[in-house]
Structures are given as C-alpha cells and as structure tokens.
C-alpha cells in the first residue's frame, strides 16, 4: 500500500497491519503523546462493562480494549482482519479466560443475528473499504436493545487547536515516525485516513442510516477523537421488518 492509497483493498490493509503489528501500540502511545490511555479509558466508561455483558471487539487490533473489558467481567470476542494483529492479540492475552480472538472481515461478520450486548470498534472503523457495511454488520449481530460504541480519530472543533494539530500531523508526526515505526509508510497512509475521515456529525448520519437509535457523540481532546454511540431498537422498526 503507498502512502496515497486510500482505496482500503482489503488485502492492503491487511498485510500493512500485518507488517506494523509488532510495533503498532508502542508506536501509537508514542505518536499520540501518551493520550491513547486516557481514549482507551473513556471507552470503557461509556461501555460500562459487567459479568456476563457479551462484547464484540471489532478491528481489535492487539487486543488493548478487548483485555480492559474483559479485565471488569465481560465476555469478549475480539476481530481483526489482520492475522499478524490476531497473532499478537492471542500471544498478549490468550490467556484471558473471558477473551476469545479470529480472524475475520467487519463486512461479513462470522456470527448469528443478535449474538452481541455491545459492539465496538476503536481507530479501526476508517481502514474498512465500506465502513457503512461494517455498521449495518455490528447493527445485525447486536442484540435488541444492544449498543455500538466506535472511538474513532474525528475532527477538532476549536479552531486554534485544529491548526496545532495539523501542523503536528503534517510537520513533526512524519519525523517521529521515522524514528520510532517500523513501517513508516504504512503511517504516511494512516495519517492522510485520519484527515480524509468525516466529521462527527456525518459519521453521526451513518450510525442511524445503519439502524441505531439515540445516535450520539462526545468529543474527546477538543474533538481529535470522537466517541460515538447508539441503541439497536427493542423492536424491529418498520424498515428494518422490510429489509
């Protein structure tokens, strides 16, 4: 995959995880200037996980958010497209008695309707080739009354900040990159997703598109990320019953 390739064919985007996977959280907690915790945090708090909650980690990448939840009782199955990010998500946490981790396309998810209390993704949602398919696949295996809750990189709401951002992104990031990543090319394409990703509002418009009711979103750090959230109907809307 070049640096200019937004086209997201699956097989590119999986061998270029592939490729970082072994670096691709300390590279992003560096990257992120030690924030990544503190978005990791808030996650959990909004997913308010329990005993016996069954929770579908999509794009999981290494495992991250999988094992916090799992950490506070629920059950966690954890997706990723990519085999290398799979590998080393089960070589972290396979461990874990409430985590189970495969391989599989957030397109065509591999599980029965109305299997899951919450689905979620962090920073993934944006390397999906058809994002809006993705979502109308978490909508299905969601149960009645489930949630969806996607962390995403979004777009910053205060001016001032929106240009300290991009500067860091366009001027220093490439540099820091070059020094700490393994793969810096594959970070040149993720930066150039982050800034061709939609705002909050229009990703806001896909979630409901997609089914979800009480559709909503919070900024985090001025808005760099997003986090958003939404509430399958108990009952089966008259468009859904048509589908």
Known sequence: MTSADLE????????MFDRVSGHYDLTNDVLSVGVTPYWRYQTRREINPYPGQKVLDVACGTGTVSRILADHGSTVTGLDFSQGMINQAIERHGDHPNITFQQGDATELPF???TFDVTTVSFGIRNVQEPRKALAEMFRVTKPGGRILVCEFSHPTNGLVNWGY??????AMPSIVKLVSSDPEAYNYLFQSIQ?????KTF???????GYQQVAYRNLTYGIVALHRGTKPATPTARQENQ
């Open 196 to 200: 061709a990703w939609p705002e909050q």
């Open 166 to 171: 991009d500067t860091y992104m366009n001027v």
């Open 112 to 114: 029965e309707d109305d």
């Open 204 to 210: 806001a418009s896909w979630l409901r598109e997609a």
């Open 8 to 15: 997201k064919r699956p097989a590119d985007v999986s061998r």
